[in-house]
């Protein structure tokens, strides 16, 4: 069990500013989780680089995003895709050790900024008009999954190439948030799990996951009422553009880091 003081000492030893801003990005990455189903990883882990060192920011999104696709479930579940589910979570369960692998002799950055612009060039495409007319099949569906565990391996993106897929493809948009939320909930334990075994959690991790808890919740519950009121083209512009901020974000992070 957590003390009071375990939770509230890492708080209180931040300046206001650098909590403001903490609050602001926590706030913000809650609510678009909540509308689109993706991108509170790749928000928290770009905002809070500024104010927490990055293994503790990538930790304390893990624990986030665990709590927020376990709120959001329950009224995502009846739109889930189970069979395009399925076929991810085999492809994922292949490809995260695959990923990690490659992590081991490559450096985060690079392979943060091949899979940004991989991102950013299939999202300018799908924007374009362009759409996927292929076969959607169990192997399909499994090879994306191995793609995506790979990316999650490498650098913590493994949601953007399915969300690109998906969004190239006549998927409704409710099906596509519902499959995302219970894919990202899988993915989360298992890299937190991983992380686990690294020994990288920790009490401060764990104290800030429990103080943002209120924030993100009320962010996830303004994102699901926004989500209710927008009508599938708008989700589908808002999730491309979202695609496209955060692989430009991730490429000028990734260039940075490398310079």
């Given at each position: 069990?957590?003390?009071?003081?375990?939770?509230?000492?890492?708080?209180?030893?931040?300046?206001?500013?650098?909590?403001?801003?903490?609050?602001?990005?926590?706030?913000?990455?809650?609510?678009?989780?909540?509308?689109?189903?993706?991108?509170?990883?790749?928000?928290?882990?770009?905002?809070?680089?500024?104010?927490?060192?990055?293994?503790?920011?990538?930790?304390?999104?893990?624990?986030?995003?665990?709590?927020?696709?376990?709120?959001?479930?329950?009224?995502?579940?009846?739109?889930?895709?189970?069979?395009?589910?399925?076929?991810?979570?085999?492809?994922?369960?292949?490809?995260?050790?695959?990923?990690?692998?490659?992590?081991?002799?490559?450096?985060?950055?690079?392979?943060?900024?091949?899979?940004?612009?991989?991102?950013?060039?299939?999202?300018?495409?799908?924007?374009?008009?362009?759409?996927?007319?292929?076969?959607?099949?169990?192997?399909?569906?499994?090879?994306?999954?191995?793609?995506?565990?790979?990316?999650?391996?490498?650098?913590?993106?493994?949601?953007?190439?399915?969300?690109?897929?998906?969004?190239?493809?006549?998927?409704?948009?409710?099906?596509?948030?519902?499959?995302?939320?219970?894919?990202?909930?899988?993915?989360?334990?298992?890299?937190?799990?991983?992380?686990?075994?690294?020994?990288?959690?920790?009490?401060?991790?764990?104290?800030?996951?429990?103080?943002?808890?209120?924030?993100?919740?009320i962010g996830i519950t303004l994102g699901q009422r926004l989500?209710?009121?927008?009508?599938?083209?708008?989700?589908?512009?808002?999730?491309?553009?979202?695609?496209?901020?955060?692989?430009?974000?991730?490429?000028?992070?990734?260039?940075?880091l490398m310079l």
């Amino acid at each position: 069990m957590f003390e009071l003081d375990q939770i509230l000492n890492p708080i209180t030893a931040l300046p206001a500013a650098e909590l403001a801003l903490a609050t602001v990005v926590l706030l913000t990455a809650a609510i678009i989780r909540g509308l689109t189903g993706f991108g509170f990883s790749a928000i928290v882990v770009s905002g809070l680089s500024w104010v927490l060192p990055p293994a503790q920011t990538v930790i304390l999104a893990l624990f986030l995003e665990i709590s927020a696709s376990i709120h959001l479930l329950p009224s995502a579940w009846k739109n889930i895709d189970w069979l395009l589910l399925g076929a991810l979570a085999v492809g994922i369960g292949v490809g995260t050790p695959m990923g990690i692998a490659l992590l081991a002799w490559m450096a985060p950055e690079a392979g943060q900024l091949v899979i940004s612009c991989l991102v950013l060039g299939f999202a300018l495409l799908i924007l374009k008009g362009v759409s996927y007319q292929g076969p959607r099949n169990f192997s399909v569906h499994g090879g994306l999954g191995v793609v995506s565990g790979i990316c999650n391996g490498t650098a913590a993106l493994g949601g953007l190439p399915i969300v690109t897929f998906l969004l190239s493809t006549d998927t409704r948009a409710v099906t596509t948030r519902a499959t995302l939320i219970a894919a990202f909930l899988g993915t989360d334990i298992y890299a937190l799990s991983l992380a686990g075994g690294h020994g990288l959690l920790n009490t401060t991790v764990s104290g800030y996951a429990l103080a943002s808890l209120p924030v993100v919740i009320i962010g996830i519950t303004l994102g699901q009422r926004l989500f209710k009121v927008a009508s599938p083209d708008l989700f589908k512009t808002l999730a491309l553009i979202l695609l496209l901020g955060l692989s430009v974000i991730g490429i000028i992070r990734s260039l940075v880091l490398m310079l």
